[in-house]
């Protein structure tokens, strides 16, 4: 089993950065790839960044490629988001969520976080 405690979320302007962190409990953390999915108001949850268990590999949609950097640090139990360049349509409740590899569909994503909101101003 494994908790995952997003936070870091908040309300920036256009341009700004923003951290998200995801705190995982469970002695597991570090066998599983974990994955940050985002969802606005009326939309379908979409992918948006993913990182192997070894923090190896890492993967981005192409929406935010060259903004958006994912890192993991298991000594801590933490998975991160870096968001830089932070555009209006970055706006959404962000999730973070463990598999047993990584990918970019949700349905392969075996724990979630409960979400936390950002909110991008122009």
């Known amino acids: 089993q494994v908790q995952l405690v997003e936070s870091g979320g908040g309300l920036v302007q256009a341009g700004d950065s923003l951290r998200l962190s995801c705190a995982a409990s469970?002695?597991?953390?570090?066998?599983?790839?974990m994955g940050w999915f985002r969802q606005a108001p009326g939309k379908e949850r979409e992918f948006v960044s993913a990182i192997s268990w070894s923090g190896g590999s890492t993967y981005y949609a192409d929406s935010v490629k060259g903004r958006f950097t994912i890192s993991r640090d298991n000594t801590k139990n933490t998975v991160y988001l870096q968001m830089n360049s932070l555009k209006p349509g970055d706006t959404a409740v962000y999730y973070c969520a463990a598999a047993p590899y990584a990918s970019d569909r949700a349905h392969e994503y075996e724990y979630w976080g409960q979400g936390t909101q950002v909110t991008v101003s122009s």
């Open positions: 469970g002695r597991v953390f570090r066998s599983y790839a």
